[in-house]
């Protein structure tokens, strides 16, 4: 029996259990909740649907897109050409320092589980402050890596964020088990869709449009107390 390690490499990659720390965002979810302008699971989804159509395909994905073709180039250059320009595209201070933390702890994590010596290097770029080493980057190398097809890395892209909004909307009390559930189903056409318009895109064709949530990102900053890092 033949063992499909790249499947069982998906599912270890988007798992919430792999400590890339996605569970700690809710991508301005918090600050809209106590604003009272998120209160229901029709809310939760129409946010997650915003930042898909408006930041997450056109930006994140595209980005994951060009690294993951560099990571099977070997092209350390191409590689922190995507990772700097994702880095400044993202214009709040906690959005952009949030992406480059889980980015690094993933790199981190994947290569304590065996040498690589494309990663290592790219680990030494990031110690070295020499590339931000952004989350959608990291995500790309080690998907690569994992033998997890490009087209595939793309979709763990689109549900690890999805599932990280809902996550948060869970502990703020906004929705029950089964109505994140319900959410997670509604977007799967969607998913499939963003990945399939953005995963073949040029890194010069990134781009992102969401004034209002890169405002509310940074109004969750300046808030006292908070759950979440974004």
Not at 138 to 148: M, T
Not at 165 to 172: M, S
Not at 198 to 217: C, G, R, V
Request: aromatic letters at 8%.
């Amino acid at each position: 029996m033949n063992t499909d390690f790249a499947s069982l490499g998906m599912m270890q990659l988007s798992d919430s259990f792999f400590p890339s720390g996605l569970y700690t965002m809710s991508n301005g979810l918090e600050a809209l909740h106590r604003q009272k302008m998120v209160n229901n699971a029709d809310d939760v989804r129409e946010l997650i649907q915003m930042y898909y159509l408006q930041q997450v395909g056109p930006a994140d994905c595209v980005a994951i897109a060009n690294a993951y073709d560099f990571a099977v180039q070997k092209s350390l250059d191409g590689i922190m050409l995507v990772d700097d320009t994702i880095c400044k595209i993202k214009l709040a201070r906690e959005q952009r320092e949030a992406s480059m933390r889980s980015g690094r702890q993933l790199i981190k994590c994947v290569l304590s589980l065996g040498h690589d010596s494309f990663i290592a290097q790219y680990h030494d770029m990031i110690t070295e402050s020499k590339t931000p080493g952004t989350y959608p980057v990291a995500l790309a190398i080690a998907a690569q890596l994992f033998g997890i097809s490009k087209q595939n890395t793309g979709l763990m892209l689109f549900y690890g964020f999805g599932t990280s909004i809902v996550g948060a909307a869970l502990r703020l009390g906004i929705i029950q088990h089964i109505e994140s559930q319900k959410i997670i189903d509604s977007l799967k056409p969607i998913i499939s869709e963003q990945a399939s318009k953005y995963i073949s895109k040029s890194y010069e064709q990134i781009w992102q449009f969401a004034p209002h949530a890169d405002i509310l990102q940074m109004q969750h900053e300046k808030m006292e107390t908070k759950m979440f890092i974004t």
